[in-house]
């Protein structure tokens, strides 16, 4: 049986993460003490305490979901024989995919994740944009809706989450325009998303180019026997090149997780773990492939379940 571990993006965030998990587990809490030594303020407090309005705030939220999801990570790795075969995270989940291939050191990947964030949220500032969640459209259906709302400005499809579940970016007026319009469109729900900006569109384009410089200095190892996904063209990172490249790219591109999975599911993988707060990409596959169970591991009662159930290392 094939494995893969999978790993939740920015919007996970919950006040409280990882709290449970670290007071049982002393290696989850001192991946959490890392965190603080190298960020140089104290994560673990915003992520168990909150408030959830600063966890919320992109610069936060990305450093705090890398860190509790490497931390419950660290606890299988620990206390059990459980080794993925590929790796694959949405959007910001990518490095969390990435450091749980091993191709990349705890420490480079927080400052990454760190790095990416505050280059968002000011090339969010700078811009103004904002994302809209399209229920119940299928691509064409959503690419119809964004031409008519768009009425001249930015407006484009960047997360093909899953089927009838596409997010859609932009300019402020046209997401607006496409909240008010998704209904005549067929449109079950739109949402107006809660984030910052427009991302995974042109208008991180800044954030893009800060994180090429950044990535240039980190040293990224060749692919060893677990593979990683890509969210730009689910295909497979072949090496650090192609990485450096991905990432980039992945800022100002859409991220294709329902084609990721449909690769996974085409190729025999059976065996799926979603370790991170939330259940986002447990819901997510329940659309891909209703057949199909995910083992969500995102706090200490789904953690010591999955213990329970497997073989502890001795």
Request: hydrophobic content about 45%; charged content about 25%; aromatic content about 6%.
């Amino acid at each position: 049986m094939k494995s893969a571990f999978i790993f939740p993006g920015q919007g996970a965030q919950i006040a409280g993460m990882a709290k449970d998990v670290c007071q049982d587990h002393p290696v989850a809490a001192d991946l959490f003490a890392q965190a603080n030594d190298i960020l140089g303020y104290d994560l673990s407090k915003l992520c168990f305490e909150g408030p959830q309005e600063k966890l919320n705030e992109t610069s936060f939220s990305q450093p705090a979901i890398f860190t509790t999801s490497a931390a419950i990570l660290e606890v299988i790795r620990t206390e059990t024989e459980i080794k993925p075969d590929v790796t694959a995270g949405l959007s910001m989940g990518e490095y969390t995919a990435l450091y749980a291939a091993g191709l990349i050191s705890f420490e480079q990947a927080l400052v990454l994740v760190d790095k990416r964030g505050t280059a968002m949220q000011a090339a969010a500032d700078a811009t103004e944009g904002a994302m809209v969640s399209i229920i119940g459209l299928d691509e064409e259906k959503v690419n119809a809706l964004c031409v008519e709302a768009a009425a001249g400005e930015l407006l484009i499809p960047v997360n093909y989450n899953c089927p009838a579940q596409i997010v859609i970016s932009g300019d402020v007026g046209a997401c607006s325009r496409a909240v008010e319009l998704a209904e005549k469109h067929g449109a079950i729900k739109a949402i107006l998303l809660q984030v910052a900006g427009a991302f995974h569109t042109e208008k991180m384009q800044s954030a893009a180019q800060a994180l090429k410089i950044e990535l240039e200095n980190v040293k990224i190892s060749d692919i060893q026997s677990v593979k990683v996904l890509a969210n730009i063209n689910a295909e497979y990172y072949t090496g650090p090149d192609d990485i450096r490249k991905g990432l980039v790219r992945q800022l100002v591109e859409p991220v294709l997780w329902q084609k990721c999975m449909e690769k996974l599911l085409s190729e025999g993988v059976e065996d799926y773990y979603e370790i991170g707060p939330g259940r986002v990409l447990t819901g997510l596959m329940r659309r891909i492939n209703r057949k199909t169970r995910v083992k969500n591991v995102s706090d200490l009662k789904s953690l010591t379940a999955i213990l329970s159930r497997i073989i502890i290392k001795k």
